[in-house]
């Protein structure tokens, strides 16, 4: 029972990041290029994470991959802000 | 059944990292080709995994993409604000392009000789040796080096002169950053979304270090994982704008450049004086020695990877600023420093008055 909603909560995650993918090779611009990405890929992460955490033993490994989320989420916001401002900031300069 | 899926994996990994490394060298845009060595890091970190040494897969992620990326973007940025000297420029536009493929070739000639002597000694060591002999010898002392994870043990104490001579090599490295004059000025604030993630990085960085260092006695981690990941809370600190990253100032730095190999003599001359061979640690002190050396290699690494970073001496102007800070006006860390603090008539604090005030500006 829990193989299989782990399995399906990393199959979905996959999907997720395919989505991102896509969409970082197919958009058309920038900006729906970095939110495909960044949404996509966040709750693709998270759904990863969840169906390994139900995988694994221990709580230690648990809360690892809950501190890699969380990192990752922290990490991708920020730096998808950087590079859209940048991004903005060129457009009205030149 | 599983063995197929991770031969296709390993297939991916090996065919991801010859395109990656391919696509980093042949393209002409130097950022898309750092940011491709970068992706081609982390591919690599993901192969030594595979390859069962989660040590080195760490320092290739933490080194070979983390800090080197930031190292050489921060290097194109710098190329790209200030084009190459007049001198380097006028060599190039009128050389013969007879002598530029001419050398291109010779390069690629030598690389190629120097690969496949590479390949041809592996494939030589991988023969003549008996398998598993160097496994077993270690497994067999691992008791008496005082931790238990084997890479260490033989970092640190088997082969301990080879990670002292590492060490030499990085203090000499940065005798040579320190040669090249001034670092680069720092970068403007990034804005109040980067600040926020520099506030609760930082400490995890730190953190994360000291777990690697202390890990490394029985587990993946190490001097030089901590090291990489100690340094990187500095770069984040810079990249948010600090003038202040962490690095001690003055002669307190010198002391922690030279941390790593002055706490390896140390312990060795002491070991000789007390009768033992030069860094023949005595079995029940062994883990406190190694502890001892990783903890000061752990902060000489990470200044070294900071200058290098940096990319010449840390600025007085740090200094001075922190200085008027404390002496004239007493603004709580964090805040922009007031232009008055400064009282130094150096060209260095009229460019920092002038810095902050753009930063005051900005806010």
Known sequence: MIDVLSALLVLAGVGFYLTGSIGLLRLPDLYS??????????????????GLALHSQELLTVLKLLLIWLAVLAASAASAHLIARHARRQETTS | ??????????????????????????????RRSVILFMAFGLVLAAA???????????AEAAIGAGLAGALLLAAVREQSRQPLPARIVSKRSHNKPGVNIALQWAVSVLCAVLAGTLAWALAHALNSAPQNALPRAVSANLEASGVSNPVTAVLLNFRAYDTLLELAVLLTAVLGIFALGPARPGYQSAGPVFDGLARWLVPVLILTAGYLLWVG????GGAFQAGATLAAASVVLRLAGRHQIGLPQGPALRVVMAAGVGMFVLVGLGLLVAGRPFLGYPPPWAGGLILMIESAATLAIAATLVLAFLGGQPRPLAVRVARGRIAATPIPTGKPVSPEGIRSTEPHAAEACHRIQETQKRC
């Open chain 2, 1 to 30: 059944m599983s063995d197929t899926s991770l031969l296709v994996l390993d297939g991916l990994l090996v065919i991801s990292l010859v395109t990656l490394a391919w696509t980093a060298l042949a393209g002409s845009d130097a």
């Open chain 2, 217 to 220: 006695a029985h587990a993946p």
């Open chain 2, 48 to 58: 030594w995994v595979r390859l069962l040494a989660p040590d080195v897969a760490l």
């Open chain 1, 33 to 50: 290029r970095l939110h495909a990405l960044t949404k996509a890929d966040n709750l693709g992460l998270g759904l990863l994470v969840a």
